[in-house]
T-cell receptor, first 112, second 113 residues
Framework: GENVEQHPSTLSVQEGDSAVIKCTYS??????FPWYKQELGKRPQLIID?????GEKKDQRIAVTLNKTAKHFSLHITETQPEDSAVYFC???????????FGAGTTVTVRA | DAGITQSPRYKITETGRQVTLMCHQT?????MFWYRQDLGHGLRLIYY???????DKGEVPDGYVVSRSKTENFPLTLESATRSQTSVYFC????????????FGPGTRLTVT
């Protein structure tokens, strides 16, 4: 099955700086890559996703990039704010399979 | 978010007991999923269902049983709970509309003593 590795496991950034989280996947057939954000004690929520026919996608301060050849994708958060502090999970799947394989998560702390 | 609920929210049980976690959705989404969340492992898929009466195993199905007699309900049963099943359990749904976001329930924190 699909194996997703996520790095780093923890990330501390100064408010206003950028944060980057990287994930690698093992199954070259995977073509759907979502990112979920989970605040403390809350449920995971989708923040952005990308399909394999696209190399980059942006939504305000959040962007995701995908390198299919290298089988890795990254989440970029610019101008970080305290409300960005949370655990972020990457995932991968076949787009019509719906079974997500998640990375282990990155705990992001934004320092004021 | 109120479209998907889980009960109970917290449960403490003893080793060997049978426990059922409930998941209910009001959206009539076709797909439903059960995940467990453990530190260092992220979210791991236990079972999923594509529709009523259709279920299939995920990554970590051992020790769990599911059923889906109605579209809106997807209960997860631990037939004989073990300490290794202490975890936070999340139910999720997915609607087939060309949009692939999985909507998660609030979670059930289960402790097996």
């Amino acid at each position: 099955g699909e194996n997703v590795e996520q790095h780093p496991s923890t990330l501390s950034v100064q408010e206003g700086d950028s944060a980057v989280i990287k994930c690698t996947y093992s199954d070259s057939a995977s073509n759907y890559f979502p990112w979920y954000k989970q605040e403390l004690g809350k449920r995971p929520q989708l923040i952005i996703d990308i399909r394999s026919n696209v190399g980059e996608k942006k939504d305000q301060r959040i962007a995701v990039t995908l390198n299919k050849t290298a089988k890795h994708f990254s989440l970029h958060i610019t101008e970080t704010q305290p409300e960005d502090s949370a655990v972020y999970f990457c995932a991968a799947s076949l787009i019509n399979d719906y079974k997500l394989s998640f990375g282990a998560g990155t705990t992001v702390t934004v320092r004021a | 978010d109120a479209g998907i609920t889980q009960s109970p929210r917290y449960k403490i049980t003893e080793t060997g007991r049978q426990v059922t976690l409930m998941c209910h959705q009001t959206w009539s989404h076709s797909y439903m999923f059960w995940y467990r969340q453990d530190l260092g492992h992220g979210l791991r898929l236990i079972y999923y269902s594509a529709a009523a009466d259709i279920t299939d195993k995920g990554e970590v199905p051992d020790g769990y049983v599911v059923s889906r007699s109605k579209t809106e309900n997807f209960p997860l049963t631990l037939e004989s709970a073990t300490r290794s099943q202490t975890s936070v359990y999340f139910c999720a749904t997915l609607g087939i509309s060309g949009y692939y976001e999985q909507y998660f329930g609030p979670g059930t924190r289960l402790t097996v003593t």
